[in-house]
């Protein structure tokens, strides 16, 4: 397995790495962890293991939601030889596979209710039962369960045992949402930047101070992975060597102004200030602006405002500006 970094230097990154290492190296059989989609729950529990005294035993992983509900018993379990007709052979199901080592079941709402039951025995005893069998198994296994919903409510709505949402409960781990992770977003472009690069065999550099403003801004709803797909398409469509505004879909460019508009709906009216002083330290603001962002080029920053040079220099004279 490629063994992929977790990237990210924010205060909520690095408690969180601190958590994963305490709990990797407990004795804690049963780990749930909570996350918005695409915030790196499957990571964490790859981490989760590699950290862990279980590192070198199998990691096994399953997504809940995609076993048919009719087979989470054969597949998780396993059967013994004879138990229905055609079972001819015995067959370790995946807990059995997992021995030693750590079982992953993603989107853990996904189990049935058979299939929880039957999950909460297991932990509470370290033991099962195969289909068909008369003896009990005994497994050492930790179960890392992933959820991207609050759990509690499928346990509210009937469909998920409150007892097992308890019993997972003891040891959570949350993952924040990337827009909670401050600048962890530009860390992780860095990385992804060099990633494709080197899977595309290319050489972009960076990014404008445009696109960096559109990415703080925005509300990443499929967080890290829409950050690392977002990427990989401007890698497979566009040619520039910088990542520019003009690549962003104009799908987050809306969400970007909505939220600026916001913003400046949310903003206070200036206290003390007559209009007229008002509109004047926006405009010199505005001015101050347009010169810095082009290294004070006068010609540049009356272009980017819309003005000609000389209105600029008229509007700067006005304010008092130098
Ligand atoms: N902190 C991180 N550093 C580097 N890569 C990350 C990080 N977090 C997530 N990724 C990458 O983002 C992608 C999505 O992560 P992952 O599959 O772990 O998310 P998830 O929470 O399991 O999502 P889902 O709920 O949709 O299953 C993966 O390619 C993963 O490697
Ligand atoms: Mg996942």
Not at 210 to 231: D, K, Q, S
């Amino acid at each position: 397995m490629n063994q992929r970094e977790f990237i990210g230097d924010s205060r909520a990154i690095q408690e969180l790495r601190k958590l994963v290492r305490r709990v990797a190296q407990s004795k804690a059989n049963a780990v749930l962890i909570y996350g918005e989609t695409g915030t790196g729950k499957a990571l964490v529990a790859q981490k989760l293991h590699e950290q862990s005294e279980r590192a070198r035993k199998p990691f096994v992983d399953v997504n809940c939601a995609s076993i048919p509900a009719d087979m989470f018993d054969q597949e998780l379990f396993g059967q013994d030889k004879g138990s229905f007709a055609g079972a001819l052979s015995r067959k370790n199901g995946l807990i059995e596979a997992a021995h030693g080592g750590t079982l992953f079941l993603d989107e853990i709402r996904g189990l049935n209710h058979l299939a929880q039951t039957k999950f909460l025995g297991l932990l509470d005893r370290k033991s099962f039962r195969r289909i068909g069998a008369v003896h009990d198994v005994e497994v050492d296994v930790r179960f890392i369960c992933a959820t991207n919903q609050i759990l509690f409510q499928e346990v509210k709505k009937g469909n998920f045992r409150d007892d097992l949402y308890y019993r997972l409960q003891v040891v959570a781990v949350n993952l924040p949402p990337l827009r909670e992770r401050g600048d962890d977003c530009f860390l992780l472009t860095e990385y992804f930047v060099a990633r494709f690069n080197k899977k595309y065999n290319r050489a972009i550099k960076g990014w404008d101070s445009e696109v960096e403003n559109v990415f703080r801004a925005y509300g990443w709803p499929g967080n890290v992975r829409e950050l690392e797909n977002l990427l990989e398409r401007i890698f497979v469509l566009e040619s520039d060597d910088v990542i520019r505004i003009s690549h962003i879909p104009p799908r987050i460019m809306r969400e970007f102004e909505a939220a600026s508009n916001a913003a400046v709906e949310a903003e206070a009216l200036p206290a003390g200030l007559t209009f007229q002083e008002a509109t004047e330290a926006y405009q010199t603001k505005l001015i101050k602006l347009a010169l810095k962002q082009h290294g004070g080029r006068k010609a540049e920053a009356a272009a980017a405002l819309g003005l000609t040079r000389h209105a600029l220099r008229h509007q700067m004279s006005k304010l008092a500006m130098r």
